[in-house]
């Protein structure tokens, strides 16, 4: 069983920056993509950034040029270096990753959630 766990969530004036961190752990397992997913208070998940093995990312347009996806693969961990943020940008942001068990079974995981709070 694979499960991620996030860290860097808080509360950050507009302008300030934060970063996010994620760790897959468990047993016999490979990570293919990494991303990190938002729900803004009241609204529906929505995609962030994402970043492949090979370090291939594609951001939502409303985070391009602000904040950077990155990943560690020999740590299982990606980032989210968060700069220049907006009140529009507080959320609770779910780290994402697509797995594969020692038998070949795809699996989706998901963190549980970091809470990011942009004050104005």
């Known amino acids: 069983q694979v499960q991620l766990v996030e860290s860097g969530g808080g509360l950050v004036q507009a302008g300030g920056s934060l970063r996010l961190s994620c760790i897959a752990s468990?047993?016999?397992?490979?990570?293919?993509?990494m991303g990190w997913y938002r729900q803004p208070p009241g609204k529906g998940r929505e995609l962030v950034a994402i970043?492949?093995?090979?370090?291939?990312?594609n951001y939502a347009d409303s985070v391009k040029g602000r904040f950077t996806i990155s990943r560690d693969n020999a740590k299982n961990t990606v980032y989210l270096q968060m700069n220049s943020l907006k009140p529009e940008d507080t959320a609770v942001y779910y780290c994402?990753?697509?797995?594969?068990?020692?038998?070949?079974?795809?699996?989706?995981?998901w963190g549980q959630g970091t809470l990011v709070t942009v004050s104005s």
């Open positions: 994402n990753a697509q797995t594969v068990s020692s038998t070949y079974k795809a699996l989706e995981v």
């Open positions: 970043i492949s093995v090979g370090s291939r990312t």
């Open positions: 468990g047993s016999r397992f490979r990570v293919n993509d």
